[in-house]
């Protein structure tokens, strides 16, 4: 009898004997004494077939032998003991500590990449903020730079697009009327953003802006949602902390002050709208679903911008020009504002992919703060304490609203 149960590339093989050695596998007691397997014969094993890439294979690559080969002396009667098992039931043996291994692997890994994803997004949106605003304080104008700002995002899809660096989604007619909702509110929350930076500093607006969780508790109750008290009760020292803010702001302008709740009003009716007529278009992921969003908002914004403030521009230019001194640091810092506006929009798309909405929730509140701080820290802008307090404030509760509406939405999740 010739068993070989090695692949033909191996050197060990069992030769003919005259000795009955029974193979102590309960999966093979049912052969008796002889076991025969003919190297003529396929045997279908159809729980091994995935084990491999290529659909067939030798009978011995479905086998692993542990222990006992480098004992066997074919001098005596009798080898060494030795067993024969499964591949499915050696890796059930060896499973415990790999699986520990891979899981701690698994989460160092997550980690790390965590960390990356929320470096990028913090990092981008401060340079953002701080070009963004270099930039409107010689040139202030908006609505213009606001446009460029949703022109550069457009070039920057349609070039990731067109190189397949970023699949191209295939969209039809129903998906861009589905998006022009979303994209009008999205362009309503962009240029009202704007418009506060021009006018009050970056820091107020953002205390302002994360007042944005109670236009969106508000609204959706209006449209029928149901939320718990503890949302509601979260709801107000964000309320509290923004009042306090607003009254003791150092730059406070009215302009600058409904520039940034507008802002809210347009991102929270983005949000409930996109959630309404966007559910048959899952397919097309939170990148390729902002880049639209830009390439519409664009069209939507630069005609009212020319309008609004068009005839203003070339005088606006040459001031910009005079003041800083030389015209590529002006260009420079419109360039890093459009730049940095797509990618730090994008990095927040990317982050809401890969994480729950709760630590999406928790970080936005945090780039909050730093953008607060950095801005201060970099414009020097005078800050009161009771302004910093007012702030504080506000923070808090909207990390305490996105505790709350996190359990709400567990609560629905477990009720489905």
């Given at each position: 009898?010739?068993?070989?149960?090695?692949p033909?590339?191996?050197?060990?093989?069992?030769?003919?004997t005259?000795?009955?050695?029974?193979i102590?596998?309960?999966?093979?007691?049912?052969?008796?004494?002889?076991?025969?397997?003919?190297?003529?014969?396929?045997?279908?094993?159809?729980?091994?077939?995935?084990?491999?890439t290529?659909?067939?294979?030798?009978?011995?690559?479905?086998?692993?032998?542990q222990?006992?080969?480098?004992?066997?002396?074919?001098?005596h009667?009798k080898?060494t003991?030795?067993?024969?098992?499964?591949?499915?039931?050696?890796n059930?043996?060896?499973?415990?500590?790999?699986?520990?291994?891979?899981?701690?692997?698994?989460?160092?890994?997550?980690t790390?990449?965590?960390?990356?994803?929320?470096?990028?997004?913090?990092f981008?949106?401060?340079?953002?903020?701080?070009y963004?605003?270099?930039?409107?304080?010689?040139?202030?104008?908006?609505w213009l730079?606001?446009?460029?700002?949703?022109?550069?995002?457009s070039?920057?899809?349609?070039?990731?697009?067109?190189?397949?660096?970023?699949?191209?989604?295939?969209i039809?007619?129903?998906?861009?009327?589905?998006l022009?909702?979303p994209?009008?509110?999205?362009?309503?929350?962009?240029?009202?953003a704007c418009?506060?930076?021009?006018k009050v500093?970056v820091?107020?607006?953002?205390?302002?802006?994360?007042?944005?969780?109670?236009?969106?508790?508000?609204?959706?109750?209006?449209?029928?949602d149901?939320y718990?008290?503890?949302v509601?009760?979260?709801i107000?020292?964000?309320?509290?902390?923004?009042?306090?803010?607003?009254?003791?702001?150092?730059?406070?302008?009215?302009?600058?002050?409904?520039g940034a709740?507008?802002?809210?009003?347009?991102?929270?009716?983005?949000?409930?709208?996109?959630?309404?007529?966007?559910q048959?278009?899952?397919?097309?992921?939170?990148?390729?679903?902002?880049?639209?969003?830009?390439?519409?908002?664009?069209?939507?914004?630069?005609?009212?911008?020319?309008?609004?403030e068009?005839?203003?521009?070339?005088?606006?230019?040459?001031?910009?020009?005079?003041?800083?001194?030389?015209?590529?640091?002006?260009?420079?810092?419109?360039?890093?504002?459009?730049?940095?506006?797509h990618?730090?929009?994008?990095?927040?798309?990317q982050?809401?992919?890969?994480i729950?909405?709760?630590?999406?929730?928790?970080?936005?509140?945090?780039k909050?703060v730093?953008?607060?701080v950095?801005?201060?820290?970099?414009?020097?802008n005078?800050?009161?304490?009771?302004?910093a307090?007012?702030s504080a404030?506000?923070?808090?509760?909207?990390?305490?609203?996105?505790?709350a509406?996190?359990?709400?939405?567990?609560?629905?999740?477990?009720?489905?």
């Open positions: 009898m010739l068993l070989n149960i090695l033909s590339s191996s050197s060990l093989s069992f030769s003919k005259h000795k009955k050695y029974p102590k596998n309960p999966n093979f007691t049912h052969l008796g004494s002889r076991t025969t397997i003919s190297h003529h014969q396929n045997p279908k094993v159809s729980t091994f077939n995935n084990i491999h290529h659909p067939t294979h030798k009978v011995s690559s479905f086998f692993k032998i222990h006992g080969f480098s004992n066997f002396d074919p001098n009667e080898p003991s030795y067993t024969v098992k499964s591949v499915s039931e050696s059930q043996d060896s499973t415990p500590d790999g699986e520990i291994e891979k899981d701690s692997s698994n989460k160092s890994n997550k790390l990449q965590l960390a990356i994803v929320f470096g990028f997004w913090y981008q949106n401060i340079v953002f903020n701080i963004n605003k270099k930039a409107l304080n010689v040139f202030p104008y908006p730079l606001a446009s460029f700002q949703l022109l550069v995002g070039v920057w899809m349609l070039v990731l697009w067109s190189t397949k660096l970023q699949p191209c989604p295939k039809d007619k129903s998906f861009i009327v589905a022009l909702g994209a009008l509110f999205h362009t309503i929350g962009h240029i009202s418009v506060s930076f021009s500093a820091s107020f607006t953002h205390v302002i802006k994360s007042a944005e969780p109670v236009f969106s508790v508000v609204f959706s109750s209006a449209l029928g149901s718990p008290l503890s509601w009760l979260s107000l020292p964000i309320v509290m902390g923004c009042s306090l803010a607003a009254v003791t702001e150092v730059s406070f302008n009215l302009g600058g002050l409904w709740m507008i802002s809210n009003v347009g991102f929270v009716l983005r949000n409930i709208y996109s959630k309404k007529s966007l048959n278009f899952k397919q097309v992921n939170g990148l390729n679903l902002y880049g639209w969003i830009t390439i519409l908002s664009f069209v939507y914004l630069f005609p009212v911008a020319v309008f609004v068009g005839s203003q521009w070339v005088a606006g230019y040459h001031k910009a020009i005079a003041t800083v001194g030389t015209p590529s640091t002006f260009y420079l810092w419109v360039m890093i504002s459009g730049v940095f506006y990618l730090y929009n994008q990095s927040s798309y982050a809401l992919d890969d729950s909405p709760l630590t999406f929730s928790v970080g936005n509140t945090m909050r730093v953008v607060i950095s801005s201060v820290i970099v414009f020097r005078p800050v009161r304490p009771l302004n307090l007012g404030i506000a923070i808090l509760g909207t990390f305490l609203y996105s505790q509406s996190s359990k709400k939405k567990a609560a629905v999740e477990k009720k489905d």
